[in-house]
Every structure is written in structure tokens, then in C-alpha cells.
């Protein structure tokens, strides 16, 4: 039979071109988790997707709700999963505020991490019950959140303290919208999120590897200047990060070749 495979934010981007890689090797059945079904199922068309290569699921991850809906959605589906993929995130380096999720966490940390961590711990099962060889759970990381890197060292850097925002609520109420309590900066946000996204692949190794067989990983896809996730930054940094990144750092990859190289992990 197919894979069938589950990748978050599949509508633009890294999510897309993967979805693309995968159903035109005909080996793979893509779900694509998107919370704008519209944008999406525009995506798949106009990216030459084959029809019965995927199927749109509904998630939004800045919703609790909707993640524990979608769970409920592709149990309902009967579909095996053998690879879930985390890849949707927003990135919000310009802004002044901290803005929301449906259940209050700051957006960043809310959608990237919490959103995925309960959409990973939830369909943990699913993957433990598939019979494909080599099950995986993949997180797309960045360098960005690693300070053993260049653009980790770009402040504001990651840092997660004592996490006594997390602890707190991460709600910006009673305490900070940060997850180490401090003031907010979005940049640092996002950076925190990746950092945490990492963390929770190396923790579900340590802590339920051995026991199901499921390889969990996460991984910099290189720097896809171009895609959306740019998309909240001042104009002229969306004008010179990519030919920044291509002729100088030398860190750029298409979209295209992103794609195929999470395909390739996948
Ligand atoms: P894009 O902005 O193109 O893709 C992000 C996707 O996430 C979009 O499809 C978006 O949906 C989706 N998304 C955002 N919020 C939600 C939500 N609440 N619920 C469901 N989906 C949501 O960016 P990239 O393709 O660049 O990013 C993909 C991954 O790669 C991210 O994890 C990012 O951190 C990582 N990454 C990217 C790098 C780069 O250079 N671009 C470098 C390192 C890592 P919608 O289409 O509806 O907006």
C-alpha cells in the first residue's frame, strides 16, 4: 500500500513542496492539515498535485479544540499514519504586542510548539499502531534556535530561562507572553518555539523510542528565503534576505529543493 502521511501548514511553502515531492514518487498519500481549506485545495491544484495523491484536512494549531477535532476527523477517516510531519509556523518579528491563540497562549509558542506537541502526543497512537516499516515523527526545526550556529548568535537569541512564563500561562496577563518571563519580543519568540520543537523530539526519543519503533526527528531545512513565513517582515528585508542568503551565507534553497530534501527525509 501508499504511505499515507500527515504535514501540517501543507498550503505554501516548505508544507507544499513536500506534499508535491511525495505525490510524485506515487508512493505516498499526503493529508494536508491546513486551516485555510480554500487556500489549500488552490495550493494542490495549481502545484500539479495529482487528485488522489491527497485529501484537505482542517487544522488550525492556534486552536486546541481544532487540533483535538482534527485527531477525532482522521481517526474517522480510517487511514493508517505512518509519517506525521510538523511544519506549519508563523513568524511575527515585527511585532509590537503579543497576540493570541483561541485558548490564550502567545501566538508564536502557541501555534509552532503547543499546537503541534498536542497534535504529536494525541497521534502517537496512530503511528504506534501503523504497520509501515519505518514510522516516523518529524519536527521542522531551525538553525535560528541553535546558538552553536551564525544565525543563532543573531540576537535576539533563544532562550528559555526557567520557563516561568510557560509555567505561568504564557498569557501576558497575570504574567509574560514569554516562555522565560521576560518582555515581548516576537523574533525571540519564534526562535523559543524552535528551540522547543527540537527539545520535544529529543525527549520523545528518550521517552518512547525503544518502546515503539517510531524515529523521531527534526530538521533545518536550509534557508527557503522566499517563502511566507517572511511574510510579516519590513518590505526591505523581504527584498535583500533572499539575494543576502544566496550570495552571501550561500544558505538559500528553493522551495523545490527544501521539498525534496524533507521528502527524502520523510
Ligand atoms: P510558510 O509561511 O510558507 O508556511 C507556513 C505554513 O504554516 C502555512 O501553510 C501556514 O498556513 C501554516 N500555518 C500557520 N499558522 C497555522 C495555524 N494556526 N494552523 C495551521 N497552519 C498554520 O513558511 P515556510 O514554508 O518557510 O515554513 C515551514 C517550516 O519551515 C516552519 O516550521 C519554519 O519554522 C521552518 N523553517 C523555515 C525556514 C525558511 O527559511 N523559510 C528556515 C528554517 C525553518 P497559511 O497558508 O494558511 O498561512
Redesign the pocket.
Known sequence: RKGSVII?????????ATAKALAETGKWHVIM????FL?AERAAKSAGIAKENYTIMH????SLDSVRQFVDNFRQSGRPLDVLVC?????LPTAREPTYTADGFELSVG??HL?HFLLSRLLLDDLNKSDYPSKRLII?????GNTNTLAGNVPPKANLGDMRGLAGGLNGLNTSAMIDGGSFDGAKAYKDS?VCNMLTMQEFHRRYHDETGITFASL??????T???F?EHIPLFRLLFPPFQKYITKGFVSEDESGKRLAQVI
Not at 501540517?8 to 516548505?14: C, D, F, K, P, W
Not at 487544522?59 to 492556534?62: E, G, H, M, N, T
Not at 521542522?140 to 535560528?144: E, P
Open positions: 501540517t501548514g501543507a498550503s505554501s511553502g516548505l508544507g507544499l492539515a491546513c486551516r485555510d487556500k487544522l488550525d494549531l492556534a511544519n506549519a509556523a508563523v513568524y501555534t509552532n499546537g521542522v526545526g531551525s538553525i535560528t524552535k533545518y531545512p536550509g534557508c527557503i528565503a517563502t511566507g513565513l511574510r
